[in-house]
């Protein structure tokens, strides 16, 4: 027996025990083999048990503090939301979704590192979430970059889904679930001009990106209708006194008021209308749903009209399930801004499903997925049927999507019977 033969089978009597050599080479050979099988069995074992156990993580960040965070917490409260529904269900691909949350503050650069922090230092596999349009244009260059999908659960700005575009970029990784400003500008316009015949309005608007873009669409819309605004007044993120723009507004004969800006400033808006006692209504962005407007301009918010994917109202049995599952877990029925809770929830069922459909956590595979869904896919704002396609990140695409909201006795409501009939599929 060779040196080489000898150690062998010293090694595979003491590992059967034995404690010398007193088998033929070939049966403790044959041993060796029995056992390395068992090891390598076992490792394998342990490796497949610790990937089933390893959860998904997954990026969500937004504003939960400041004067956007009625929209934030919404948001995240619907994806939260939709997770543990996931989860419970028995997660995705036999693994739990783990969420890793961040407060962006509204502000850009703050969005722009976390993106970083999500992608270098926490390992997600994708984010969702995003409230403000400047943010979302700040930071979601850094997910292209690591080609990591991201879905837009709340921001509307429009260039949001077109900052990654052919041929430049073969592969758009940024997806949207919520209602773009082209269509929302083309609503608001409608509802002032069409439906109510006002032919001289003003807009205002804030200094953000959110604001400045919201604007460019709003004069696009009226410039369709061959209308150009009497007055274009822009205020500044926290401007408590809105009394000059307002003159300016009034003494140029402004028949109504288009806005873009969020809650804080919109009810220093219709305070000021108030005060000035000048009888204008305000048509604006959804963000005049805020709960922010709505408690700081008290009566004064009062007819307010704005466009709104998710109105708070159980006009579905999955609407009215996700109203439900939101008084349990926030242990209160009011949603401070409802169409960012659905679409925050919508926007992780969409996420779970592509990773279910691509197999993995592959960033390339999920979005490849995400634009070719082909399983119908029941959220709160819709049924989602093929929601994405290769050159199409946006789920609405219609006016047909959006209802007209009203702010009725400090909440808000369908502004129209029929889009109530609509919503409930009637």
Same mark, same amino acid.
């Given at each position: 027996?060779?040196?080489?033969?000898?150690?062998?089978?010293?090694?595979?009597?003491?590992?059967?025990?034995?404690?010398?050599?007193?088998?033929?080479?070939?049966?403790?050979?044959?041993?060796?083999?029995?056992?390395?099988?068992?090891?390598?069995?076992?490792?394998?074992?342990?490796?497949?048990?610790?990937?089933?156990?390893?959860?998904?993580?997954?990026?969500?960040?937004?504003?939960?503090?400041?004067?956007?965070?009625?929209?934030?917490?919404?948001?995240?409260?619907?994806?939260?939301?939709?997770?543990?529904?996931?989860?419970?269900?028995?997660?995705?691909?036999?693994?739990?979704?783990?969420?890793?949350?961040?407060?962006?503050?509204?502000?850009?650069?703050?969005?722009?590192?976390?993106?970083?922090?999500?992608?270098?230092?926490?390992?997600?596999?994708?984010?969702?979430?995003?409230?403000?349009?400047?943010?979302?244009?700040?930071?979601?260059?850094?997910?292209?970059?690591?080609?990591?999908?991201?879905?837009?659960?709340?921001?509307?700005?429009?260039?949001?889904?077109?900052?990654?575009?052919?041929?430049?970029?073969?592969?758009?990784?940024?997806?949207?679930?919520?209602?773009?400003?082209?269509?929302?500008?083309?609503?608001?316009?409608?509802?002032?001009?069409?439906?109510?015949?006002?032919?001289?309005?003003?807009?205002?608007? %804030?200094? =953000?990106?959110?604001?400045?873009?919201? $604007? +460019?669409?709003?004069?696009? /819309?009226?410039?369709?209708? #061959? !209308?150009? @605004?009497?007055?274009?007044?822009?205020?500044?993120?926290?401007?408590? %006194?809105? =009394?000059?723009?307002?003159?300016?507004? $009034? +003494?140029?004969?402004?028949? /109504?008021?288009?806005?873009? #800006? !969020?809650? @804080?400033?919109?009810?220093?808006?219709?305070?000021?209308?108030?005060?000035?006692?000048?009888?204008?209504?305000?048509?604006?962005?959804?963000?005049?749903?805020?709960?922010?407007?709505?408690?700081?301009?008290? @009566?004064?918010?009062?007819?307010?009209?704005?466009?709104?994917?998710?109105?708070?109202?159980?006009?579905?049995?999955?609407?009215?399930?996700?109203?439900?599952?939101?008084?349990?877990?926030?242990?209160?029925?009011?949603?401070?801004?409802?169409?960012?809770?659905?679409?925050?929830?919508?926007?992780?069922?969409?996420?779970?499903?592509?990773?279910?459909?691509?197999?993995?956590?592959?960033?390339?595979?999920?979005?490849?997925?995400?634009?070719?869904?082909?399983?119908?896919?029941?959220?709160?704002?819709?049924?989602?049927?093929?929601?994405?396609?290769?050159?199409?990140?946006?789920?609405?695409?219609?006016?047909?999507?959006?209802?007209?909201?009203?702010?009725?006795?400090?909440?808000?409501?369908?502004?129209?019977?029929?889009?109530?009939?609509?919503?409930?599929?009637?």
């Amino acid at each position: 027996m060779s040196r080489h033969g000898a150690s062998l089978g010293v090694f595979a009597n003491y590992v059967a025990g034995k404690g010398g050599i007193h088998c033929p080479l070939a049966i403790q050979t044959r041993r060796i083999a029995s056992v390395l099988r068992a090891i390598v069995a076992a490792v394998c074992l342990t490796v497949l048990s610790a990937f089933a156990d390893e959860s998904i993580r997954v990026g969500v960040y937004g504003p939960f503090t400041g004067g956007s965070s009625p929209m934030g917490i919404s948001m995240r409260e619907g994806i939260r939301i939709a997770t543990q529904e996931i989860n419970d269900a028995g997660g995705v691909l036999g693994r739990q979704i783990e969420l890793v949350e961040y407060d962006d503050e509204a502000r850009n650069e703050r969005g722009a590192q976390i993106a970083q922090e999500l992608i270098d230092k926490d390992r997600v596999v994708a984010a969702v979430g995003i409230v403000n349009t400047g943010v979302a244009l700040a930071s979601q260059r850094h997910f292209q970059q690591a080609r990591i999908p991201v879905i837009t659960a709340v921001a509307t700005g429009t260039l949001i889904t077109r900052q990654f575009l052919p041929p430049e970029h073969p592969d758009n990784f940024v997806f949207r679930a919520s209602a773009n400003d082209t269509f929302q500008a083309e609503m608001i316009v409608a509802e002032a001009i069409d439906r109510r015949g006002f032919r001289r309005v003003a807009i205002f608007h %804030d200094a =953000t990106n959110y604001g400045q873009l919201g $604007r +460019d669409d709003l004069e696009a /819309a009226l410039a369709a209708k #061959g !209308i150009h @605004p009497v007055a274009v007044e822009r205020f500044q993120i926290r401007q408590a %006194d809105m =009394t000059a723009q307002l003159r300016r507004a $009034r +003494d140029a004969g402004a028949q /109504a008021i288009l806005t873009y #800006g !969020i809650g @804080p400033e919109l009810a220093q808006i219709a305070n000021g209308i108030a005060r000035m006692r000048w009888p204008v209504p305000l048509i604006g962005s959804w963000t005049l749903a805020m709960s922010n407007f709505i408690d700081d301009a008290g @009566p004064h918010a009062e007819g307010a009209r704005m466009p709104q994917t998710f109105i708070q109202e159980p006009t579905t049995a999955k609407r009215s399930a996700f109203l439900e599952a939101w008084r349990r877990q926030t242990g209160t029925t009011r949603i401070p801004v409802p169409p960012a809770a659905a679409q925050g929830y919508d926007s992780m069922l969409l996420l779970a499903a592509a990773i279910r459909k691509a197999g993995g956590t592959d960033g390339d595979a999920i979005r490849e997925a995400l634009e070719n869904l082909n399983e119908k896919i029941e959220g709160v704002v819709m049924t989602y049927d093929r929601p994405f396609t290769k050159t199409n990140h946006e789920t609405i695409n219609s006016a047909h999507d959006i209802f007209m909201g009203e702010v009725r006795n400090g909440a808000v409501v369908f502004a129209y019977e029929e889009d109530r009939r609509r919503a409930s599929g009637r």
